[in-house]
């Protein structure tokens, strides 16, 4: 009859030890995940902010760029409300990164043409006040690029994550959903005649 093999106090203290810490672990990597995902989500949040604020200094200066041009080129009133009309709307729209992209990108496109209508006019161009306010104009198209791209980039590195093993599969369990980028157009690329809008109203 063989003898019973009786596993030394040790041992059994390793396998015991070895067993409670698998739960301990899958604990660890399900908190340092959930952790993570909560903070690219409230680093989205963030970046988002700094977008909207920069999209409302555009906003403000809008309306005084219209009544300027307005000043010199009262009879181009349907390319004017166009572009009053698209601010509205940009201004109004809170629907998500997509559709907020696509208002401000039909502004954009407003904004592109009351400055094709400013070729026109060289005693507009030479304004002062007129001026003034495209420079601001570019500087914030600037902010609003440089706010966009850190937006952006916060919202790759979430979505890594929420697609990514292991942190994809505590994305699904806790519902942590991918997040939209946020594309727009700049007023001083690809407009459809050359403007000199990042000079000082000069002919390129």
């Known amino acids: 009859m063989g003898a019973t093999h009786v596993m030394e106090p040790a041992s059994l203290l390793c396998v015991l030890a070895a067993v409670a810490g698998v739960p301990l672990v899958l604990a660890v990597l399900v908190l340092t995940n959930y952790n993570a995902l909560v903070r690219g989500r409230n680093a989205i949040r963030e970046s988002w902010a700094d977008v909207d604020t920069e999209l409302k200094r555009r906003y403000d200066l809008i309306p005084n760029l219209v009544a300027t041009v307005q000043g010199y ?13 698209a601010r509205t709307r940009a201004v109004a729209s809170q629907g998500s990164p997509a559709s907020q992209a696509a208002d401000e990108n039909v502004l954009v496109g407003a904004l592109r043409q009351v400055f094709a209508v400013a070729e026109g006019y060289p005693q507009l161009k030479a304004d002062g006040h007129f001026l ?3 420079k601001e104009l570019v500087n914030t198209e600037d902010r609003i690029q440089a706010a966009r791209r850190f937006y952006n980039a916060n919202v790759r590195d979430y979505n890594n994550r929420c697609q990514a093993l292991p942190s994809s599969v505590i994305a699904g369990l806790f519902h942590f959903a991918a997040a939209e980028y946020f594309e727009i157009e700049s007023v001083g690329e690809r407009a459809a005649v050359a403007v000199s809008f990042g000079g000082a109203g000069g002919e390129n």
């Open 73 to 85: 080129a009262a009879h181009e009133r349907e390319t004017l409300q166009r572009v009053t009309d």
């Open 132 to 134: 003034a306010l495209q």
